[in-house]
């Protein structure tokens, strides 16, 4: 099975991601982009890129393993185990949540030059409780409590 040269370069883009990136996001998102997670939705690409400017502000480690990838059309599917490491989250240690985006890829203008095909539409899937609300000192427990309990 050949790779998606577009889904490729999403990819890797996440692997350079940084504080020091974060103005690159244009390069593989369209201006219109709207992104959602389960924590925010954001409209636009000045937008996305202030969020991701301050999110990723004190993030001292942050490292995507990519899994499955599907694309039908303009429409794509990646599996991913994101590694983190916060200072203020899990006591500065890095810890792995895993997730799922899907991707929607804006369709080529007529007589474009543009090379890799951008995201327009970009939604992750993950716990937002493994992700944040466990690492907090004090409510951490009580959520893995909580969790605990239900599972029983």
Same mark, same amino acid.
């Given at each position: 099975?050949?790779? $998606?040269?577009a889904?490729?370069?999403f990819?890797a883009?996440?692997?350079k991601?940084d504080?020091t990136?974060?103005d690159q996001l244009?390069?593989v998102y369209t +201006?219109?982009?709207?992104?959602? +997670?389960?924590?925010? @939705?954001?409209e636009?690409?000045?937008e996305?890129?202030?969020y991701? &400017? &301050?999110? =990723?502000?004190?993030?001292?480690?942050?490292q995507?393993?990519?899994h499955? @990838?599907?694309?039908q059309? $303009?429409?794509?599917?990646?599996t991913?185990?994101?590694?983190?490491?916060?200072?203020?989250l899990?006591g500065?240690?890095a =810890?792995?949540?895993?997730?799922?985006?899907?991707l929607?890829?804006a369709?080529?203008?007529?007589?474009?030059?543009?090379?890799?095909?951008k995201?327009?539409?970009?939604r992750d =899937?993950? +716990? &937002?409780g493994?992700l944040? =609300?466990?690492r907090?000192?004090?409510l951490?427990?009580?959520?893995r409590?909580?969790k605990?309990?239900a599972? &029983?």
């Amino acid at each position: 099975m050949s790779r $998606d040269p577009a889904l490729e370069a999403f990819c890797a883009f996440f692997n350079k991601l940084d504080k020091t990136y974060t103005d690159q996001l244009g390069s593989v998102y369209t +201006d219109d982009i709207v992104f959602q +997670d389960p924590l925010h @939705r954001i409209e636009g690409l000045s937008e996305l890129e202030r969020y991701f &400017a &301050a999110l =990723y502000t004190h993030v001292e480690e942050c490292q995507f393993a990519f899994h499955q @990838r599907q694309r039908q059309g $303009d429409t794509a599917f990646v599996t991913w185990t994101m590694t983190l490491r916060h200072p203020r989250l899990s006591g500065g240690k890095a =810890y792995e949540v895993e997730g799922c985006s899907r991707l929607t890829f804006a369709p080529f203008s007529a007589g474009s030059d543009e090379g890799i095909q951008k995201v327009q539409h970009h939604r992750d =899937y993950f +716990d &937002a409780g493994e992700l944040l =609300y466990e690492r907090l000192p004090g409510l951490g427990w009580v959520i893995r409590q909580l969790k605990r309990r239900a599972g &029983a």
